[in-house]
């Protein structure tokens, strides 16, 4: 593979990666229960939310994962949150193109004798 082919293949797939990362994430909280109503009885999240609770006392602590978790299902990812999730997109994207184009590198064409 030529390097020009590879950096493209490499570019796409970080592209890809972010595209999948941003687009995902809302989907993602949505369905395992934090949604903009709130936590859905009897999801992922109400575990998660009941856990937080016993854990400290009867209330779920501020700043917390579940807090957190929450507020992005209600109102979407801040600007900075959208930030970070496009950063680990375009990485998991690129290592996939890499570990992709590193298996077809491998294979070889040439012809065994008989």
Known sequence: M???AAAVGIGV???AGVVAAVVGAPLVLG???FTSAGIA???FAA?????AAVANGGAVAAGSAVAVLQAAGAVG???AATAAVTGVGAAVGWLVSLIGGKEKG??????TSK
Do not use: E, F, H
């Open 41 to 43: 009885a009897g999801s």
């Open 106 to 111: 491998d294979k070889s064409n040439k012809k």
């Open 13 to 15: 797939g970080a592209a």
């Open 47 to 51: 575990s998660m939310m009941s856990a």
């Open 2 to 4: 030529s390097p020009t």
């Open 77 to 79: 990812l801040s600007g």
């Open 31 to 33: 369905a395992v229960g």
